[in-house]
Nanobody, 125 residues
Framework: QVQLVESGGGLVQAGGSLRLSCVAS????????MGWFRQAPGKEREFVAA????????DYADSVKGRFTISRDNAKNTAYLQMNSLKPEDTAVYYC??????????????????WGQGTQVTVSS
């Protein structure tokens, strides 16, 4: 069983920045990938970003490329999502996810085996 706890969400004005953190604990698989997804009211959960174990491979949704950066600190079992130039359409609950396998299909919800409880990000115009 893997536990994931997100933090760092909040209310920010358009153009501002936030950094989300996700701490993993429990039976994490060695060399696991991490992903960030988001879900706005009335919409499906969508992929935001993913990173492999070493940090050498990352993927981003087109909507966040150039604005968001995913990173990780394996010594702290923590993944981060730095969000800059935030827009009102970035408003959503953000979830981190754990994938205990090779780095593939990382944009798909079903590729992940554990999820955090989510943290709310609200961007005002």
């Amino acid at each position: 069983q893997v536990q994931l706890v997100e933090s760092g969400g909040g209310l920010v004005q358009a153009g501002g920045s936030l950094r989300l953190s996700c701490v993993a604990s429990g039976r994490t698989v060695s060399r696991y990938a991490m992903g960030w997804f988001r879900q706005a009211p009335g919409k499906e959960r969508e992929f935001v970003a993913a990173i492999n174990w070493s940090g050498g491979s990352t993927d981003y949704a087109d909507s966040v490329k150039g604005r968001f950066t995913i990173s990780r600190d394996n010594a702290k079992n923590t993944a981060y999502l730095q969000m800059n130039s935030l827009k009102p359409e970035d408003t959503a609950v953000y979830y981190c996810a754990h994938r205990g396998g090779i780095y593939r299909y990382v944009t798909e919800v079903n590729a992940y085996d554990s999820w955090g409880q989510g943290t709310q990000v609200t961007v005002s115009s």
